[in-house]
């Protein structure tokens, strides 16, 4: 029987037993679970809340790869849903409305589950043929109801800024494309609609359905882009209704006559543009609390009864003391209810914004993350008279780029990035010399501006522009655009003044004449230039505090040239050092332990050194995660605790973080964030506290599954050593993925119905755990000797392709396109980009039929060739390679095996045959080693051994090897090849063996 011939049985069967296990419904059926309703119209899918419509159809389309191909077939309720199988079962606690049906060319499995809190529709798509491919595809999970559409609000989850919809029936073209997301908001009149992709994004498509709908309609899409759907993965979405109140909750500031009614918040009649946003976000967060508009207005706090008074006005009419702000500056806030007044303030507008998130969370709010904030209902409330007074630790807080004053960060905007006000410079907000100079601006007309080797000649700047500091006009010209920037920035604070990344410091005569000891090289680095660097630094800060006192400027003690302190010169008092301990020579390199690590002391002795000349002027610049393989697991929460605590001791006055930890990153940021206020603070009882807000019923399996992953670099076990930029092994031994994978399997156990939670679960799984368990420990040789998938390897793979597609994760590795990582780590070879969008992988993943892995094993291995089938090199494990190899022969991409240096004896691959040839042959392009005397070699077919003594080929070029296979050696379905060394790794005549192709060619 054809491999068609038994898929289509296959699903014939499965059509018979689903409708032998359940009832079909009737003509139009629904299912309804509290204010929820699904059903078919006539349109599609109708979704209903409250007897309103929140979708009034569907439609998906697919053509055939690769691309937009032959069409598949389109389906809509006029040509697919009333033919269709429709089928309802009970499901845990809601209920299940499923349409089974074909067009001839695909299958398709649509579902709509409707719980009380919401409906969540699944699609899974087949086809009929196992040769056709799915390539491109279309897919309306929702059409939205014109009287939805129509003058409504809507963000991106999380967070985003938010649009209008047009009116009804404006013509195409009028709506904004949004980006793709995981979800977005819709206010609407009958509440708050909440749309989420599990396992994709979705896109607000200004989409028109003239062939399927009576009049056109706005949409939204689930990726419209080529692999969104792919076989026999379920795409699913989920639509809920926040429902407007229709009481309005009412705030009361206690007074000592009676309280008094909160009606508005008051902001000074010229504020910045902190003070606009700390009325913004009161106003918003107030009305998601009370259901009630708050204005705001603008006034000189003469009538503040009933009103919030923010910013300057509040001390300007004495609500709160001026001697209470000094208390608390820099970036501190200072909070006063009393007689029916709430004021809030604090220095230089940002404290105001970080006292109105104190006083939300006074009023129960929580902010924990930007997709996970919680709002109280407020329907009275009194807030009692107190006064808060807070500053923070520290004056610089950079936890991530993201910079969330929420979470208590610096923002960005009180950082510039100031490259960005120049397109064609390099874009680096850390390293900015190509900003002050701009390389494609005067690099040709003038390269002595610019760093220079010991014979005057330009570096090539592999790391980033590096300056002459020397130079009179690179000094004039880069303050000139300084300035500039400053400018631009009204609300910006700190300015950073460094050189370029990299080791290409300036040679010249003149500014080596600036460093109080002759520049020695090592490593490729320039030795102790801090003193030059702070030359022109100070320079810089000098003429620009001239002009604006407000500013700081930050530059880097960084790599051996700037990390060591300087000799003679000490920093300007508005200007700061990021102090960096970073793994070069001499550095740190250790970042999963504290700087007491023995691999950091040289990053210690030199801080140590910069705090005895500068003890005020000091910020840390910290690694807290892998930079070189991204999601390798790097658990270094405590590390970065005990480090915050040290320099909180050594009067380190700012900190920023190159990024968070891939794993429990969010965490990280809340936590983290919290003891940049206060190093002392509770840190168990903030993370405690964060894991119930952000996994819900799973979180005492997180929290163990986190204190799991910190115990295994811990002092007490491993006392395993990460280096940021080096790509780490042997951390996550295979003892520790089975402790690690049992606590999470517990966890997702736990929220497996709550989709959000399920991929909060699932991320940290692959960041802590998975990926470099696949990384470290799987072997790529996934089809096991019964023709099977490894099923360990398996289950691992397909969340590893959820969580990696639900979040578009493309790359693995710096500077390596995700398809070769995951072929080298897995022999599937990826055609299309990026590397889940490859059709074999659901295939593999999710194929339900023993005969679809034939087909897979195929693909994965062999490619037809005339006169046989070619035999991808991808498909030899066990060796080395596949990797180029070049040695005194032509360049080729090769595998082989080397027992005596590599301990490489065999390499064996598979292919499968649908019939036996009379004939055939195994043909080698190969390569002998390059010593004297041939390697020994035997080939095995199907354990026959077909050769066994000394190859033939040469050792300087590739030479074509026949060697005759016995029919009897050969069966259909799948085969086995293997190449070994015939002699022991340990025998004189233990050689490598290379080659650079195979086919199976038959007569």
């Known amino acids: 029987m054809t491999i068609r011939k038994i898929r289509e049985r296959i699903c014939m069967l499965l059509c018979v037993l689903m409708s032998a296990a359940s009832i079909y419904a009737a003509e139009s059926p629904t299912v309804r679970v509290g204010d929820y309703e699904a059903g078919a119209g006539a349109y599609g899918l109708i979704i209903s809340y409250k007897g309103q419509h929140l979708s009034d159809g569907s439609y998906f389309s697919f053509w055939e790869a690769p691309g937009y191909g032959k069409g598949l077939g389109s389906v809509s309720a006029k040509d697919a849903l009333r033919t269709a199988k429709t089928l309802i079962t009970a499901e845990g606690d809601g209920r299940r409305l499923t349409f089974n049906g074909t067009n001839g060319v695909i299958i398709f499995t649509y579902s709509a589950l409707v719980r009380s809190n919401g409906v969540t529709v699944s699609l899974t798509v087949d086809t009929v043929n196992a040769s056709v491919k799915i390539g491109a595809e279309e897919y309306a999970a929702f059409v939205l109801p014109a009287a939805l559409a129509a003058d409504c609000a809507y963000e991106m989850m999380p967070g985003g800024s938010t649009a209008v919809f047009p009116s009804a029936g404006e013509t195409n073209g009028k709506v904004t494309l949004a980006p793709a997301a995981r979800g977005y908001r819709i206010s609407a009149r009958l509440g708050l609609v909440e749309i989420r992709g599990s396992g994709v994004n979705v896109s607000l498509t200004d989409a028109r359905f003239n062939k399927n709908h009576p009049r056109e309609r706005c949409a939204f899409w689930v990726n419209a882009a080529s692999g969104a759907i792919l076989l026999r993965q379920a795409v699913t979405t989920f639509i809920s209704v926040v429902p407007q109140r229709t009481d309005k909750g009412a705030i009361y500031i206690a007074a000592k006559d009676a309280p008094a009614l909160l009606t508005a918040i008051i902001i000074p009649a010229n504020p910045n543009s902190y003070e606009k946003k700390g009325a913004a976000e009161l106003q918003a967060y107030l009305k998601q609390a009370t259901a009630s508009d708050i204005p705001i207005r603008t006034g000189d706090g003469t009538d503040a009864r009933g009103a919030i008074v923010l910013g300057s006005v509040a001390a300007e009419r004495g609500f709160i003391d001026t001697g209470m702000i000094g208390t608390v500056s820099p970036d501190g806030y200072a909070i006063v ?259 007491t690590c023995p691999q950091n002391a040289g990053a210690l002795k030199d801080l140590m050194g910069w705090l005895a000349v500068s003890p005020g002027n000091m910020y840390i610049y910290d690694y807290p995660r892998a930079y070189n393989q991204y999601y390798e697991s790097q658990p270094t929460f405590y590390a970065m605790r005990n480090k915050i605590q040290f320099y909180a001791k050594n009067n380190i006055r700012g900190i920023n973080f190159c990024g968070t930890p891939a794993v429990f990153g969010q965490l990280f940021r809340y936590v983290i964030g919290k003891m940049l206020w206060d190093p002392s603070t509770d840190t168990e009882k903030h993370i405690d506290e964060f894991m119930k807000a952000y996994y819900g019923p799973s979180a005492a399996d997180m929290r163990a599954y986190f204190d799991l992953l910190q115990r295994s670099v811990g002092e007490g076990e491993a006392g395993y050593h990460l280096h940021c930029e080096s790509r780490n092994s042997g951390l996550v031994k295979p003892e520790l993925a089975v402790k690690a994978y049992a606590v999470i399997a517990k966890a997702k156990a736990a929220v497996k119905n709550d989709t959000v939670l399920s991929e909060r679960v699932l991320f940290e799984e692959f960041a802590g755990i998975l990926w470099s368990d696949l990384n470290d420990n799987t072997s790529t040789d996934l089809i096991g000797t019964d023709g099977q998938p490894d099923p360990d390897v398996l289950w691992k793979l397909r969340d590893l392709y959820d969580i990696c597609k639900a979040r578009s994760i493309q790359t693995f590795n710096r500077r390596e396109d995700g398809r070769i990582w995951f072929e080298k780590t897995f022999g599937i070879p990826t055609t299309v980009s990026p590397w889940y969008a490859e059709p074999l992988i659901p295939a593999l993943l999710y194929s339900p039929v023993t005969a679809n892995i034939l087909d897979v094993v195929t693909a994965l291995h062999q490619s037809n060739t005339p006169g046989g089938i070619m035999l991808r090199l991808t498909a030899f494990k066990g060796g080395i390679g596949p990797s180029s190899y070049s040695y005194q022969c032509p360049e080729r991409v090769a595998v082989w095996v080397d027992p005596k240096k590599h301990g490489k004896s065999e390499m064996h691959a598979r292919f499968s045959l649908h019939v036996i040839p009379a004939r055939a042959s195994l043909v080698l392009s190969a390569l002998d080693d390059d010593k004297p005397g041939a390697a020994k070699i035997r080939i095995s077919m199907n354990g026959v051994v077909v050769f066994n003594g000394e190859n033939t080929a040469a050792e300087r070029d590739w030479t074509m090897l026949t060697f005759p296979i016995p029919s009897a050696a050969l069966k259909t379905g799948l085969n086995s090849v293997s190449i070994s060394a015939a002699a022991s790794p340990d025998a004189a005549g233990a050689k490598w063996f290379m080659i650079s192709g195979a086919s199976i060619m038959m007569e």
């Open 337 to 595: 209810s009393s007689n029916g007044t709430i004021a809030v303030t604090g220095t230089r507008g940002l404290g105001t914004l970080y006292g109105v998130y104190a006083l939300l969370g006074r009023l129960g709010f929580k902010f924990y993350a930007k997709d996970c904030e919680i709002t109280p209902v407020i329907t009275s409330l009194t807030v009692p008279s107190f006064t808060e007074t807070r500053k923070p630790f520290f004056e610089y807080r950079s936890v991530s780029s993201a910079g969330d004053p929420k979470l208590g960060e610096t923002p960005v905007e009180d950082v510039p990035a100031i490259s960005k006000l120049d397109p064609q410079c390099k874009q680096h907000w850390d390293h900015t010399s190509d900003y002050q100079l701009p390389f494609y601006k005067y690099g040709k007309e003038h390269p002595e501006w610019y760093a220079k080797d010991a014979n005057g000649k330009n570096w090539d700047f592999k790391g980033g522009v590096h300056l002459c500091l020397s130079h009179p006009e690179v000094r004039r010209i880069a303050l000139e655009r300084m300035l500039t920037a400053v400018q631009a920035h009204p609300d910006g604070t700190f300015f950073v003044v460094t050189q370029g990344d990299g080791a290409d410091w300036c040679l010249c005569e003149n500014c080596r004449a600036i460093d109080p000891v002759p520049v020695r090289k090592a490593g490729g680095y320039s030795l102790g230039v801090s003193d030059r660097l702070l030359d022109y630094v100070n320079y810089m800060a000098r003429e620009i505090g001239k002009k604006y006192p407000r500013v700081t400027i930050i530059s880097l003690a960084y790599t051996p040239a700037t990390q060591p302190p300087p000799v003679k010169l000490k920093p300007e008092p508005n200007v700061r050092l990021w102090f960096c301990p970073y793994p070069t020579p001499g550095g740190a390199g250790c970042q999963t332990h504290d700087l």
